[in-house]
């Protein structure tokens, strides 16, 4: 039962990118058999339920002074989500206190269906968030090529500044349990993730304010949500948050700040420790 909801969870997060409302209809069969499968709760399903109803009415009421709050109460309500502090779901523990190597901090991996669920309030709120609505920010062919170099300078950059705080070290192997992180990640951490900072936050700040500094406030927030690994962790995450914005910005396809966060967090796993080195190493 776990597999097979986890299955369809996979299609309703890949299916949103093709078929809006099919993808919808396989989210709400996903719950269905999570509910069976007690990875779900009453708790969870009516929370989800308001959750879902405020971003569908924050969409569809016209008034600012109603649409405003309700669509901040939306965002926070995806947060908490996010954070996995909505009561009710069981998430999958897949991976427990795995280490890729003896200096790297052990880690469990869930598969969770509370931080997959934020997509599909965001599409609630904002239909259009998975179509490719044309670059925030325009350059002339001829900075292509130039453009292609920053992001691959950026690219280098982030790992570089990661090693060279010591937040991680060199290690080239790939673990037994690599297919499993990828997949999870991919689908679900950097779709949600992009999804959130880049498709909504950026996206509607560039509506409103220079699209540089929209792309600056979603890097800054990117960074602030990964406090949990401390300032120097967020510096990183906050540079991570610049590319997968300039990425995006240039674009106007999300797709590829997808792939593009994707690609960092696979490079991490496979040419360093991951998540990060253990601290007792860090203090020998």
Known sequence: MESFAFSLLLASLLSAFIHTKASFGLFFATLMVAFLGEIVGVEALVSLAVIMSLAHFAHRISA??????ITAITLIACIVLAAHQVPGFNNLLVLEQVQ??????????YFNFDKSAVLFVLLLLSPALLQNNGALITVGEKYQTKLRAVFILLFSLILA??????????HLHLPSWWWIFAINNLVVTCVVEEAFFRGYIQSKLSALINPYYALLISSVLFGI?????GMEYMLVATLAGVLYGAVYAFTGKLY???????LINFVHLALFTYPIVHHSVERM
């Open 64 to 69: 600012a002074k109603f649409r405003y709050p």
């Open 100 to 109: 890729k190597s003896s200096n790297s901090l052990p880690f469990d991996l």
């Open 161 to 170: 500044s990661a090693w060279s705080l010591e937040l991680i070290m060199l």
């Open 225 to 229: 949500a990964h406090f949990a690994g």
């Open 256 to 262: 590829w700040a997808i792939i593009t966060h994707f």
